[in-house]
């Protein structure tokens, strides 16, 4: 298991970025998942990368998230093998899932988020790669 990559909220994928930009790091793509109502800029970095997530509009998981707390950290996402075993696991273990099923996530990957209330604070984000990715 590794961190598959580090969720940061922003109002804008340019603001978002510039602290990074001047440091060196350059947006290596950017995909929108329209089943997650969010933009993605992709920063690789080493094995992981940081996401910056745009809202493609108030109404959606970001948009909300801004409008109550504003920009910042916002998940942190583990790469896992078997999404659906995983989700079992915590299911078993009384964790909750924000999902039933796993949910199409950026580059074709199957993920799924913990509740906070779950996991003391932390968003936390399951990512399984498919051949899609
Ligand atoms: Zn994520």
């Given amino acids: 298991m590794k961190v598959d990559h ?3 909220a922003v109002r804008s994928l340019k603001e978002g970025l510039e602290p990074y930009r001047v440091l060196g790091l350059e947006l290596a793509g950017t995909e929108e998942v329209p089943g997650q109502g969010v ?35 916002h998940h942190i996402c583990l790469r896992v093998d078997d999404i659906r075993a995983s989700m079992s696991r915590l299911r078993e273990a009384g964790m909750r899932l924000l999902s039933d099923e ?14 906070p209330a ?8 399951l990512s399984q790669p498919t051949d899609e990715g």
């Fill in 39 to 73: 933009r993605v800029g992709f920063l690789p970095l080493g094995e992981t990368r940081l996401e910056l997530l745009e809202p493609m509009g108030e109404d959606s998981p970001i948009g909300r998230h801004l409008e109550r707390r504003g920009p910042g950290l």
């Fill in 6 to 8: 580090i969720g940061i």
């Fill in 118 to 125: 779950s996991t003391g604070g932390v968003l936390l984000e």
């Fill in 102 to 115: 796993p949910q199409a996530g950026a580059h074709g990957c199957l993920v799924c988020f913990v509740h």
